[in-house]
């Protein structure tokens, strides 16, 4: 039998320990706040935007939310991230991606105050990720590693072959999977577009993790038997569906089931969790910067 991880039951019990530390942290007179800035109408962007208010709103987090015109110039978004990053009643910030070209993204990252860089790509904090110090872990790389942890996926001595070296996923987990911690010491093959004979790389892996944006890419020829896979991907194909597509991961889920010992569904996989890990580095952030101590599931 495989165990399809379900990623919508570990977020909401990680949510529902989030609450208990939202109401250690109101006893003690402070409410998490998270700020989102929204400089784009890409509707996929308003979408991500307004669920992570709303999940904000469920647990108990202040929810603020900015937009800019997108046609503004950048200097409005480096001052609202200014303004944010010196308001106390905000412990956590987040600029919603792609910003419009005319504004250098990785100057965005650089203006978010570290201590508030709840997405944790600011420099300074890769730079702790890598050194196995992490402020914060990104939040996608880390629900990964939380939902192996539920799911009692070994990572130690474990061969994990991640596909896509992204900085938002499978750089962050590669060097999250290395570090030496529970659930880390993995040795992890990294994998990309100029990869060879990737087949032989996810064939030879206890763990496989895709996140490539290629809808169904890997399949059960590629994975070996009790295989464990993890598929980040979240892909719109065309559908004959009201919304006239549907969405699909980066693994072929049928063929993989089969061989695989546990799987992760899309939707209802990585997504949920990515979503709850936000809220856990806003709580975590707010905790460090009012000095009140919270447990952390
Ligand atoms: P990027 O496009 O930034 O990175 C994709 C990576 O995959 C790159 O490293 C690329 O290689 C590699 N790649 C692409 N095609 C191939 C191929 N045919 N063979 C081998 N490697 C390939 O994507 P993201 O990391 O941002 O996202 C990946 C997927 O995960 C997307 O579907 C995205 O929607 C999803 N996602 C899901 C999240 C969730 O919460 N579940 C959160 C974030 C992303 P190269 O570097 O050489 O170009």
Redesign the pocket.
């Known amino acids: 039998m495989t165990d399809i991880i379900d990623g919508d039951a570990v977020a909401a019990e990680l949510r529902s320990d989030l609450r208990a530390s939202i109401e250690t942290l109101a006893d003690a007179g402070v409410r998490p706040g998270l700020a989102t800035v929204l400089m784009s109408d890409d509707p996929a962007s308003e979408t991500y935007v307004s669920m992570k208010q709303r999940d904000c709103e469920e647990v108990g987090i202040e929810g603020i939310h900015v937009e800019i015109d997108p046609d503004a110039p950048a200097e409005e978004l480096y001052d609202t991230v200014a303004d944010l990053n010196a308001d106390p009643e905000v412990h956590g910030v987040l600029v919603q991606m792609p910003v419009p070209d005319h504004v250098d993204d990785r100057e965005v990252v650089r203006a978010v105050d570290p201590q508030k860089d709840v997405d944790g790509f600011h420099p300074e904090n890769v730079g702790r990720l890598v050194a196995g110090n992490p402020r914060f872990k990104p939040?996608?790389p880390h629900?990964v590693q939380k939902l192996l942890d539920a799911a009692d996926v070994e990572t130690e001595g474990a061969d994990v072959t991640i596909?896509?070296?992204?900085?938002?996923?499978?750089k962050p987990l590669a060097n999250l999977l290395v570090q030496k911690t529970d659930l880390g010491n993995a040795t992890v093959t990294l994998?990309?577009?100029?990869?060879e004979d990737?087949p032989a790389k996810t064939r030879d892996a206890d763990v496989v993790v895709?996140?490539?944006?290629?809808p169904e890419?890997i399949d059960g020829s590629m994975l070996a038997e009790g295989a464990v896979v993890v598929?980040?991907?979240?892909?719109r194909v065309e559908a004959d569906t009201d919304k006239g597509y549907e969405l699909v991961?980066?693994v072929e889920f049928d063929s993989a089931e089969e061989k695989a010992s546990a799987i992760t569904p899309?939707p209802g996989?990585?997504?949920?969790?990515?979503?709850a890990m936000l809220l856990y580095n806003t709580v975590a952030a707010a905790s460090r910067q009012t000095g009140v101590d919270v447990e952390l599931p």
């Open positions: 939040c996608t629900g596909l896509g070296r992204s900085d938002i996923v499978g994998c990309h577009s100029r990869t990737l895709a996140a490539a944006g290629v890419m598929d980040v991907g979240i892909n991961g980066d899309v996989g990585v997504g949920p969790m990515t979503r």
